[in-house]
């Protein structure tokens, strides 16, 4: 039943998008952000430009276009505040590049780079992303006293966006976050970063509903896709990841995550090669309350996993949990179908629950996971389901 309302969500929500979107309208202004003083020259900034030609934009009440022409545009850290915009219909177009400075101190002295905050109806058409972040990970490796760096795009309290076709490459921190928006479809990115590139997740969201993520590519340094808390109604299909951690609900139950929810959510047909971990859950250790529930996990191809099928809920990065304690979030209703593949260790499924709230309504239907020189196993602490079809490991649930 919730496959069903999830697929029904999906259909609806696209369909909407390309309606709205895509109608061609005789009242449509463009405004070039060349024409407000951008220089595509990769040298010159233009910081100011791009944001005169969104308050232009925003203050014209009918369909606008603001379009970067093929060149490299440097940005310093900005915010498109949309709350004084008249146009609920912002298309976004870019031919060219935007590019960060070359000291990476400017973005990383920043928590984000390209902010789009109280936004209603945006679509962002192609272009590429260069937040030159190398410079920053190589401080971060060497042990250095470096900043924790910027994320490169996010959407902050925003509702009817569509991302389609963007590149974002190299990103300081995370490549794209949501934090409290509604109704959000990203199609067809491409995501990347060296996997040695510590906290470059591809997608991370928290707070947001009704979102798509669709026939992308990522290869990144951390989550693929993360989700942490309070999350619902997500839907992510023919998805490729690696290098990278893999797509992860979590981690939930940091302090201030009281309450945290993740529901309702569809990972569909995707292939992950190389990674870390394949389709996790994480939760820290401690007694921090929250629920994910209706979860699934469907149609995946693992090749050469670390971790194909991984719940931890003894997340605790450092050894910074107090001993004793145990994750306070319930783990309910996540079903495991067709997934196949290699895994990388010998154990391909690893159930590791709290013993405060043990995971339950587990399911795991047509599994066939395979290991290099032995047979793959199953490790379950406090884990309850059960098997439908063939299952290989063999479960270990209760």
């Known amino acids: 039943m919730m496959i069903m309302a999830n697929s029904s969500f999906m259909i ?26 951008a220089k595509g020259d990769g040298k010159t900034d233009s910081t100011q430009a791009f944001l005169r030609a969104w308050e ?31 146009t609920s219909t912002i298309l976004f177009r870019i ?42 990970w190589d401080c971060k490796l ?12 996010s959407f902050d309290n925003s509702k009817n966006i569509v991302v389609e076709g963007l590149t974002s490459i190299n990103s300081q921190m995370f490549h794209i976050t949501l934090n409290a928006c509604q109704n959000v479809r990203m199609v067809g990115l491409t995501i990347l970063a060296p996997d040695e590139s510590p906290n470059t997740d591809g997608i991370h969201m928290e707070r947001s509903s009704q979102v798509t993520i669709t026939n992308s590519d990522f290869q990144t340094g951390d989550d693929c896709i993360s989700m942490g808390p309070d999350n619902q109604n997500v839907w992510i299909e023919h998805i490729h990841c690696g290098p990278g951690h893999g797509i992860s609900i979590g981690s939930l139950g940091r302090e201030g995550d009281q309450g945290a929810l993740v529901e309702n959510v569809t990972v569909k047909s995707v292939t992950f090669t190389g990674t870390m971990n394949g389709l996790r859950i994480k939760t820290w250790a401690k007694p921090t309350r929250g629920r994910v529930q209706n979860v699934n996990f469907l149609d995946a191809r693992m090749n050469n996993v670390l971790n194909p099928i991984i719940i931890d809920q003894n997340y ?83």
Not at 18 to 30: D, E, N
């Open 142 to 153: 060497g042990h250095g006293k470096c900043p924790m760096g910027a994320q490169s795009l």
């Open 56 to 86: 232009a934009a925003c203050g014209f009440s009918g369909y606008v276009q603001i379009y970067v022409p093929h060149g490299r545009y440097v940005l310093r850290p900005l915010i498109f505040r949309g709350i004084h915009c008249k």
């Open 316 to 398: 605790c990065p450092s050894g910074s949990c107090p001993a004793g304690q145990a994750s306070g979030i319930q783990i309910s209703d996540v079903t495991y179908k067709g997934i196949h593949g290699t895994s990388a260790s010998p154990v391909a499924l690893i159930f590791d629950c709290s013993p405060m709230h043990p995971c339950k309504g587990l399911t795991l239907q047509d599994i066939n996971l395979s290991a290099q020189k032995t047979s793959p196993r199953s490790e379950c602490n406090h884990a309850y389901g059960r098997t439908i079809g063939s299952v290989q490991p063999s479960s270990c649930l209760r």
């Open 95 to 136: 031919d060219g590049s935007i590019v960060a400075p070359d000291n990476y101190y400017e973005l990383a002295k920043s928590n984000s780079w390209i902010v789009f905050h109280l936004v209603n109806g945006l679509h962002i058409k192609g272009g590429v992303l260069d937040a030159k972040g190398k410079s920053l």
């Open 12 to 37: 609806i929500s696209v369909l909407l998008s390309l309606l709205h979107l895509a109608s061609p309208s005789p009242s449509l202004k463009s405004f070039n952000v060349v024409k407000f003083g």
